[in-house]
């Protein structure tokens, strides 16, 4: 069964503590990408990575680190340079990271910080 | 800075009626479109796309929408909604740009909430 999992689905931590999201896919895709749900503003890009050992930031990647050493996976660490954390997080991926290419999602990550 | 613009934050329907939701973007160069929408407790999910070619597209479920070059908008429209469709709806651009990978910006999303 393909697709895009993430864990945990709930996360609970502690102000000044980092925390990492899990983000794997089966799916064979090149490129993945983290986005930050909130309510009202829509998805926003935090990191992307077009191909194994390179990635880019986003719009929003302050506080935020990520890795990719493995084609299906890409964890994103929430360090505590983050000033609201507090959010939804979405993983996608797509086939390439050419624009043509459908992104699919995962069922997310809500990061609540205590 | 580049934008992607939905006008409406909440819309509330009764079943049958009609639904058109905006979408207004920034960029000046040539853009790939999308919707997406998140039913509650699901995954997000591809409504439709649009590329090139006929600027009325259609999706899953009787969604459609059109893009108008000259007005930046790629619209959402559904003659008749259903209570199943109540869910959140986001707009999407990517610009064509080389090297820019499949970045996507999206809108600020609109929940749909449909009576039955």
């Known amino acids: 069964d393909g697709g895009i999992t993430q864990s945990p689905k709930y996360l609970f931590r502690k102000e000044g503590q980092n925390v990492t999201l899990s983000c794997e896919q089966n799916?064979?895709?090149?490129?993945m990408y983290w986005y930050r749900q909130d309510p009202g503003q829509g998805l926003r890009l935090i990191y992307y990575?077009?191909?194994?050992?390179?990635?880019q930031k986003g719009d929003i990647a302050e506080g935020y680190s990520v890795s990719r050493e493995k084609k299906e996976s890409f964890p994103l660490t929430v360090t505590s340079a983050q000033k609201n954390p507090t959010a939804f997080y979405l993983c996608?991926?797509?086939?390439?990271?050419?624009?043509?290419?459908?992104?699919?999602f995962g069922p997310g990550t809500r990061l609540t910080v205590l | 800075a580049q934008s992607v613009s939905q006008h409406n934050h909440h819309v509330i329907l009764s079943e049958a009626a009609s639904l058109e939701l905006g979408c207004n973007y920034s960029?000046?160069?040539?853009?790939?479109l999308f919707w997406y929408v998140q039913y509650p407790g699901q995954h997000l999910q591809l409504l439709l796309k649009?590329?090139?070619?006929?600027?009325l597209v259609k999706g899953i479920k009787g969604f459609e929408a059109e893009f108008i070059k000259s007005k930046f908008s790629f619209n959402l429209r559904k003659p008749s909604v259903q209570w199943s469709d109540t869910a959140e709806y986001f707009c999407?651009?990517?610009?064509?740009?080389?090297?820019?990978?499949?970045?996507?910006?999206f809108g600020q999303g609109t929940e749909l909430s449909v009576k039955p």
């Open positions: 996608a991926s797509s086939l390439s990271s050419g624009g043509y290419n459908e992104q699919f």
């Open positions: 799916l064979n895709h090149d490129a």
């Open positions: 990575s077009q191909i194994v050992n390179d990635f």
């Open positions: 960029y000046g160069g040539t853009v790939n």
């Open positions: 649009y590329f090139s070619g006929d600027p």
């Open positions: 999407a651009v990517n610009e064509r740009i080389y090297n820019q990978g499949g970045k996507l910006i």
